[in-house]
């Protein structure tokens, strides 16, 4: 478009259901171009908990991954609210997610 932004890779449409969850959540996502895609989790104080690999995807495909409530080290997070932010090729794309975990 006129602003330089692709109307497609501005809106991978990250979605997440059950949401509030527990014990786990599973995001659904189009992948706005090809490349490997992360969905990456972080805690309201910006700290990245963990990164979910979703594989080597096309552009347009649909993605999919489940977060357990766990960090990379396996350890279960607390209770409280998240942020998913979906990455291609290490480029974060789109819209953050709001997750609130309930335990």
């Known amino acids: 478009g006129p602003t330089g932004v692709d109307p497609v890779?501005?809106?991978?449409d990250l979605?997440?259901?059950p949401n509030p969850f527990n014990p786990q959540t599973d995001l659904f996502f189009t992948s706005p171009?090809?490349?490997?895609a992360?969905?990456?989790i972080h805690d309201v104080?910006?700290?990245l908990v963990t990164t979910l690999q979703a594989?080597?995807?096309?552009?347009g495909a649909q993605g999919r991954v489940t977060w357990r409530g766990r960090?990379?080290?396996?350890?279960?997070?607390?209770s409280g609210t998240y942020f998913a932010a979906l990455a291609v090729d290490g480029r974060c794309v789109g819209e953050?997610?709001?997750l609130s975990l309930v335990r």
């Open 9 to 12: 890779a501005a809106s991978p």
């Open 15 to 17: 979605t997440a259901r």
């Open 33 to 36: 171009k090809a490349g490997t």
């Open 38 to 40: 992360t969905i990456r």
């Open 45 to 47: 104080l910006g700290r």
């Open 55 to 59: 594989g080597d995807l096309p552009a």
């Open 71 to 78: 960090d990379d080290a396996g350890r279960e997070v607390a």
């Open 96 to 98: 953050i997610r709001k």
